[in-house]
């Protein structure tokens, strides 16, 4: 194996752990979900999709993998987040269907755990820590897995049990 592919693997690994939290807490959702809940979580994580790679744009993704960020432009994008997401949580759970606006809430307040996972695992990534970075995802993604092996269990669980879940996971990770 190359040195090039020894760094690529656990990059690769992070990546789809990154990625598994995500499938995990939408296949709770889709399991669990009424119709009304299935569908707000879907358009408030589709808004989230988007919200994310525009995050990234604007921190330009290349540099913040490549250097980091100054500590100045991070105070701002900090700034920015936080007051979008209590923004857009209080947005989505206001203009949910009665019965869904917890899970609603919860979807869009984890949209700040993810970003600032998302920025932490660049920023460890960029140090040459990624080893941290791999940390962090599976944290993030152990309570999901749990949480998706005991539903298929037979274990009863709720889109508010995924969505919130997902949040914690996310603020510890």
């Known amino acids: 194996m190359t040195t090039q592919s ?51 744009a604007s921190m330009g993704e290349r540099e913040l993998l490549r250097s980091g960020s100054s500590a100045r432009r991070a105070k701002r994008f900090w700034l920015t987040l936080v007051s979008l997401t209590f923004v857009f949580a209080a947005t989505a759970a206001a203009a949910a269907p009665p019965g869904s606006q917890l899970v609603a809430g919860l979807t869009a307040a984890g949209f700040a755990a993810w970003v600032l996972q998302d920025f932490q695992r660049y920023a460890a990534i960029s140090a040459g820590a990624v080893k941290a970075a791999l940390v962090s995802d599976f944290v993030w993604t152990v309570p999901l897995a749990a949480l998706f092996l005991a539903s298929l269990g037979g274990a009863a669980t709720s889109a ?6 997902w949040l914690a996971g996310g603020l510890v990770a």
């Open 6 to 56: 020894r760094r690529a693997v656990p990059l690769l690994v992070d990546q789809a752990l990154n990625s598994a939290s995500s499938f995990l807490f939408l296949s709770l959702v889709a399991r669990s979900a009424t119709d009304s809940e299935f569908g707000v979580v879907t358009i408030v994580y589709s808004i989230e999709v988007v919200a994310m790679a525009s995050f990234r």
């Open 160 to 165: 508010g049990l995924a969505a919130g879940t």
